[in-house]
Antibody, heavy 115, light 112 residues
Framework: EVQLVESGGGLVQPGRSLKLSCAAS????????MAWVRQAPTKGLEWVAS????????YYRDSVKGRFTISRDNAKSTLYLQMDSLRSEDTATYYC????????WGQGVMVTVSS | DVVLTQTPPTLSATIGQSVSISCRSS???????????LNWLLQRPGQSPQLLIY???NLESGVPNRFSGSGSETDFTLKISGVEAEDLGVYYC?????????FGSGTKLEIK
């Protein structure tokens, strides 16, 4: 059974950092381009960042460039999102997903940025 | 960025009714490799999104065949032939032809 399990979310003050993890199982993680997609409360889906299967290339939406870093450890089948200088507008549920053809999704992890 | 415009924003259907959702792109989604990376997702209440259709018209494994996708270039349609109660939720189109990945604003399907 395919599973993507996110962790690391929570309440954080503006300007602080948080690191999300997404543990994958049930498929060959190293073969997949992966992505983070977020959803602000009552809003639609928004792509955040992507990474190629080798980790050699990464891509970010403009509003998180320079603040967020996507990475992966294929040996551990785990995807990460390091989020620095967090802002209130980063408040959302963050999903890890299997990239451009998102056939796999995690359950989501909530990140709340508030003082 | 590619803008995907979905219509209608909300849809109310009875069980057994057939419905369609439109997704129009601000640019052609035909990739240089010949594929068109337009996908359809369903997010049921309180759940993660799930992939229904990929590359315009390919049914994801396990998805009922009452769902179908069609279209080309900039105009795409998701059709549900005979709505069932479990189909309620928000439908999103999503494109992966042009960076960055973008999503439509969603169509909420309600069951009468």
């Amino acid at each position: 059974e395919v599973q993507l399990v996110e962790s690391g979310g929570g309440l954080v003050q503006p300007g602080r950092s948080l690191k999300l993890s997404c543990a994958a199982s049930g498929f060959t993680f190293s073969n997949y381009y992966m992505a983070w997609v977020r959803q602000a409360p009552t809003k639609g889906l928004e792509w955040v960042a992507s990474i190629t299967n080798s980790g050699g290339s990464t891509y970010y939406r403009d509003s998180v460039k320079g603040r967020f870093t996507i990475s992966r450890d294929n040996a551990k089948s785990t995807l990460y999102l390091q989020m620095d200088s967090l802002r209130s507008e980063d408040t959302a549920t963050y999903y890890c997903t299997s990239g451009a053809t998102p056939d796999y999704w995690g359950q989501g992890v909530m990140v709340t940025v508030s003082s | 960025d590619v803008v995907l415009t979905q219509t209608p924003p909300t849809l109310s259907a009875t069980i057994g009714q057939s419905v369609s959702i439109s997704c129009r792109s601000s640019q052609s989604l035909l990739d240089s490799d010949g594929d068109t990376y337009l996908n359809w997702l369903l997010q049921r209440p309180g759940q993660s999104p799930q992939l229904l259709i990929y590359s315009v018209s390919n049914l994801e494994s396990g998805v009922p065949n009452r769902f179908s996708g069609s279209g080309s270039e900039t105009d795409f349609t998701l059709k549900i032939s005979g709505v069932e109660a479990e189909d309620l939720g928000v439908y999103y189109c999503m494109q992966a032809t042009h960076a960055p990945l973008t999503f439509g604003s969603g169509t909420k399907l309600e069951i009468k």
